[in-house]
């Protein structure tokens, strides 16, 4: 069972930035492909980035130039680095393995406004 534990939300303004991190247990992680994912309300889950084990990454349009994934294999961690926000990236954001895994953490909400 993969556990998966997500931080570093909050409120920010239009144009600051946020750094998200995802401690995920089990001796493999290196091997996953993992994903950040995020939620708006009333909208389905969506992938925003995913980062292969040999750290080629791939983002959606939406936030391509504005978001970099990236992971520490020593630490079991997979970051997401969110400058220029907008309100429209207001979302709980999640971390789960591409494609994702059954279990879900707690998500870490994000709100840009000002």
């Known amino acids: 069972q993969v556990q998966l534990v997500e931080s570093g939300g909050g409120l920010v303004q239009p144009g600051g930035s946020l750094r998200l991190s995802c401690v995920v247990s089990g001796s493999i992680f290196r091997f996953y492909v993992m994903g950040w994912y995020r939620q708006a309300p009333g909208n389905e889950r969506e992938l925003v980035a995913r980062?292969?084990?040999?750290?080629?990454?791939n983002y959606v349009d939406a936030v391509k130039g504005r978001f970099t994934i990236s992971r520490d294999n020593a630490k079991n961690t997979v970051y997401l680095q969110m400058n220029s926000l907008k309100p429209e990236d207001t979302a709980v954001y999640y971390c789960?393995?591409?494609?994702?895994?059954?279990?879900w953490g707690q998500g870490t909400q994000v709100t840009v406004s000002s």
């Open positions: 789960n393995l591409y494609p994702p895994h059954d279990s």
């Open positions: 980062i292969s084990d040999r750290g080629i990454t």
